[in-house]
């Protein structure tokens, strides 16, 4: 089988991204899975096991001392090195801030095909087909690259899989980067804290709130029924901009497109804008006191109601339900 | 300084968008065009330069059909001060990589000290282009930030990364893309909405690129005959395999809250195993 390519994110305290997974079960669906990573020190035997307990047959190191100091480059650096060394039938990447800056220069620079955002890969007859989610779920395309390298970004939680775990065998290489063209990193400032909730793309469970909340205050209700149900928290564009949470968020158009098991929509309408970045979720459940909310047309389960009466008692059920 | 602002035109997210499900392609007369409002917000970026020093020159510059020219006179109306339109039917269903091809070439003619656009548009939403113009252009690319500082000769921002915020910064020439973030773009007045029209508008065809940086072999591929009448109807080295509409959800059941639905709900999770 040839050789797939997929870019490993590291975080500055040398923390394996959670978006690994998901990329080496989409490139063991398509060949080898080879992890290339970029560092500023060699990689620990706990890496190594990882990424091989996460599928990785093969492990491309490079270690640079530009990872950490500039954006982007080392790894598009060390992606090229590895096209070059290892002739891949495709590279996947997530659809990271990163990731999708280095795939679309490596798209440019090796004179590949990108196929950007795909929920899922599949081989077909020799060729790499990307399946893309668009406008909100409302279409299926699918695409293919027909001259070049297929490069691949994933969006964050889109695939379940988990390829099978393996024994890597790792290439070491040592990496000079050419600085020139790349911007400076002068600091992280990473988020005070690390809260217990899932990341809002990829959960299993979302909980949003909307306007309907009415206040910053009172979205604590959204996030005690999140709790309840081991949730991440989400919210309406309207909610987000009346200032009760945070924009990372926000699901719609601008903001987070989720697929969960299950979505709970709270004091939300419903808009176009909302629907778009939620209506792929397996189950959703509308809770809003008007009932002409267009909200209730996606709705599995669909309670005109009271937030603020329906969720203290669900959290209770719940609650007793568990003890 | 210079600063060029890329804008896209999209169809507004605001209504129901629609593909054209035997090309692929978006279909333009579903619903109403409108200027993506992340571009919005990286001209206002541009803007507050140019309010605080008024010898900034700020072009807005978009590749499109005949209609984006709206587009341009929307951000011409908010402030900008002059337009370029790269417009070439040759151009039409261009993938990421065509489209950013034609916008480094685009920006190789108009010249400038720094290029800004949005993160990520809310149509493809590949967020991809910028990266791929630097590229081109061998230039670093600040991408996400949520605040931006220009000043003479360098840019510096705070960049949104996965765990946290990165501060970055770059000498000029840069591209640089904002998120969501960043500042609130302003709203267009009377005087702006006046002066727009008479503001420039340059429109720039494939010829007028300049074949040296749109070779065939850079711009998609050994299939690709090059741009211009009778090039390939492959316009990328990427294709569309296959388009099909997700069948609409249906609503499903809706109980009217009598002081029971927070059970039944609870019910109907437990028996979905949702809990």
């Not at chain 1, 809002?200 to 469970?205: D, E, P, Q, S, V």
């Not at chain 2, 040759?90 to 990421?96: H, I, Y």
């Not at chain 2, 000290?113 to 630097?134: F, H, K, Q, W």
């Given at each position: 089988?040839?050789?797939?390519?997929?870019?490993?994110?590291?975080?500055?305290?040398?923390?394996?991204?959670?978006?690994t997974?998901?990329?080496?079960?989409?490139a063991?669906?398509?060949g080898?899975?080879?992890?290339?990573?970029?560092t500023?020190?060699?990689?620990?035997?706990?890496?190594?096991?990882?990424?091989?307990?996460?599928?990785?047959?093969?492990?491309?190191?490079?270690?640079t001392?530009?990872?950490?100091?500039?954006?982007?480059?080392p790894?598009?650096?060390a992606?090229?090195?590895?096209?070059?060394?290892?002739?891949?039938?495709a590279?996947?990447?997530?659809?990271?801030?990163?990731?999708?800056?280095v795939?679309a220069?490596?798209?440019v620079?090796?004179g590949?095909?990108?196929l950007?955002?795909?929920?899922?890969?599949?081989?077909?007859?020799?060729?790499?087909?990307?399946?893309?989610s668009?406008?909100?779920?409302?279409y299926?395309?699918?695409?293919?690259?027909?001259?070049?390298?297929?490069?691949?970004?994933?969006?964050?939680?889109?695939i379940?899989?988990?390829?099978?775990?393996?024994?890597?065998?790792?290439?070491?290489?040592?990496l000079?980067?050419?600085?020139?063209?790349?911007?400076v990193?002068?600091?992280?400032?990473?988020?005070?804290?690390?809260?217990?909730?899932?990341?809002?793309?990829?959960?299993?469970?979302?909980?949003?709130?909307?306007?309907?909340?009415?206040?910053?205050?009172?979205?604590?209700?959204?996030?005690?029924?999140?709790?309840?149900?081991g949730?991440a928290?989400?919210?309406?564009?309207?909610?987000?901009?009346?200032?009760?949470?945070?924009?990372?968020?926000?699901?719609?158009?601008?903001?987070?497109?989720v697929?969960?098991?299950?979505?709970?929509?709270?004091?939300?309408?419903?808009?176009?804008?909302?629907r778009?970045?939620?209506?792929?979720?397996?189950?959703?459940?509308a809770?809003?006191?008007?009932?002409?909310?267009?909200?209730?047309?996606?709705?599995?389960?669909g309670?005109?109601?009271?937030?603020?009466?329906?969720?203290?008692?669900l959290?209770?059920?719940?609650n007793?339900?568990?003890? | 300084?210079?600063?060029?602002?890329?804008?896209?035109?999209?169809?507004?997210?605001?209504?129901?968008?629609k593909?054209?499900l035997?090309?692929?392609?978006?279909d333009?007369?579903?619903?109403?065009?409108?200027?993506?409002?992340?571009?919005?917000?990286?001209?206002e970026?541009?803007?507050?330069?140019?309010?605080?020093?008024?010898?900034?020159?700020?072009?807005?510059?978009?590749?499109?059909?005949?209609?984006?020219?709206?587009?341009l006179?929307?951000?011409?109306?908010?402030?900008a001060d002059?337009?370029?339109h790269?417009?070439?039917?040759?151009?039409?269903?261009?993938?990421?990589?065509?489209?950013?091809a034609?916008?480094?070439?685009?920006?190789?003619?108009?010249?400038?000290?720094?290029?800004?656009?949005?993160n990520?548009?809310?149509?493809?939403?590949?967020?991809?282009v910028?990266?791929?113009v630097a590229?081109?252009?061998?230039?670093?690319l600040l991408?996400?930030?949520?605040?931006?500082?220009?000043?003479?000769?360098?840019?510096?921002g705070?960049?949104?990364?996965?765990?946290?915020?990165?501060?970055v910064?770059?000498?000029?020439?840069?591209?640089?893309?904002?998120t969501e973030?960043?500042?609130?773009?302003?709203?267009?007045?009377?005087?702006?909405?006046?002066?727009?029209?008479?503001?420039?508008?340059?429109?720039?065809?494939?010829?007028?690129?300049?074949s040296?940086?749109?070779?065939?072999?850079?711009?998609?591929?050994?299939?690709?005959t090059?741009?211009?009448?009778?090039?390939?109807?492959?316009?990328?080295?990427?294709?569309?395999?296959?388009?099909?509409?997700r069948?609409?959800?249906?609503?499903?059941?809706?109980?009217?809250?009598?002081?029971?639905?927070?059970?039944?709900?609870?019910?109907?999770?437990?028996?979905?195993?949702?809990?």
């Amino acid at each position: 089988m040839s050789n797939v390519l997929a870019l490993v994110e590291m975080s500055h305290r040398g923390e394996i991204a959670g978006s690994t997974r998901g990329l080496l079960a989409a490139a063991a669906k398509l060949g080898t899975p080879v992890a290339v990573v970029a560092t500023a020190t060699a990689l620990t035997d706990d890496d190594v096991a990882r990424l091989g307990g996460l599928g990785a047959a093969q492990i491309y190191a490079a270690v640079t001392a530009a990872a950490g100091a500039v954006l982007v480059i080392p790894a598009l650096e060390a992606l090229s090195e590895a096209v070059r060394a290892l002739q891949p039938s495709a590279v996947v990447l997530a659809n990271s801030v990163d990731g999708r800056e280095v795939a679309a220069r490596l798209a440019v620079r090796t004179g590949g095909g990108l196929l950007a955002d795909a929920v899922d890969v599949r081989a077909d007859a020799g060729k790499v087909v990307a399946l893309h989610s668009v406008f909100g779920g409302a279409y299926t395309v699918e695409s293919a690259v027909d001259v070049g390298l297929p490069i691949i970004t994933l969006r964050s939680g889109a695939i379940d899989d988990h390829a099978p775990a393996a024994t890597p065998e790792v290439s070491a290489v040592s990496l000079t980067v050419e600085q020139g063209n790349a911007a400076v990193i002068d600091g992280f400032n990473d988020e005070a804290a690390i809260l217990a909730r899932p990341e809002l793309r990829g959960a299993a469970t979302v909980v949003s709130g909307g306007r309907g909340l009415g206040s910053a205050q009172n979205f604590v209700l959204v996030e005690q029924l999140a709790d309840a149900l081991g949730a991440a928290v989400g919210a309406s564009r309207a909610a987000v901009d009346a200032g009760f949470i945070g924009h990372t968020a926000q699901v719609g158009q601008t903001g987070a497109s989720v697929s969960p098991h299950l979505y709970i929509a709270l004091g939300i309408s419903g808009a176009i804008q909302h629907r778009a970045g939620m209506q792929t979720a397996k189950t959703i459940v509308a809770i809003n006191k008007d009932g002409d909310a267009p909200i209730f047309d996606v709705a599995d389960f669909g309670i005109v109601g009271d937030v603020f009466t329906v969720v203290p008692k669900l959290i209770d059920a719940l609650n007793a339900r568990t003890s | 300084m210079k600063i060029v602002v890329l804008v896209k035109q999209v169809p507004d997210t605001a209504e129901e968008r629609k593909l054209d499900l035997t090309t692929g392609l978006l279909d333009r007369d579903a619903g109403d065009s409108v200027v993506d409002e992340i571009n919005e917000r990286a001209l206002e970026v541009a803007l507050r330069v140019k309010d605080a020093n008024k010898s900034t020159e700020v072009v807005v510059m978009t590749m499109g059909p005949d209609g984006a020219t709206q587009a341009l006179r929307k951000a011409l109306s908010m402030g900008a001060d002059s337009g370029v339109h790269i417009l070439d039917d040759s151009l039409a269903g261009a993938d990421t990589k065509r489209t950013a091809a034609a916008l480094a070439a685009g920006l190789k003619v108009t010249g400038f000290d720094i290029v800004l656009a949005g993160n990520e548009s809310t149509d493809g939403r590949g967020g991809v282009v910028p990266a791929m113009v630097a590229e081109h252009l061998a230039l670093p690319l600040l991408g996400s930030l949520v605040s931006a500082e220009i000043t003479e000769g360098a840019v510096r921002g705070v960049r949104q990364g996965e765990g946290g915020t990165l501060n970055v910064h770059a000498a000029l020439p840069a591209i640089v893309t904002v998120t969501e973030s960043s500042a609130e773009a302003r709203f267009p007045n009377f005087k702006g909405i006046l002066t727009a029209k008479r503001k420039p508008v340059t429109t720039l065809s494939v010829a007028d690129l300049g074949s040296a940086d749109l070779g065939s072999a850079e711009l998609g591929g050994a299939g690709l005959t090059g741009f211009g009448p009778g090039a390939d109807a492959r316009v990328g080295s990427t294709v569309i395999v296959s388009t099909t509409e997700r069948t609409a959800r249906a609503a499903g059941r809706k109980i009217v809250d009598d002081g029971t639905a927070a059970t039944e709900l609870a019910e109907f999770l437990v028996a979905n195993r949702l809990v």
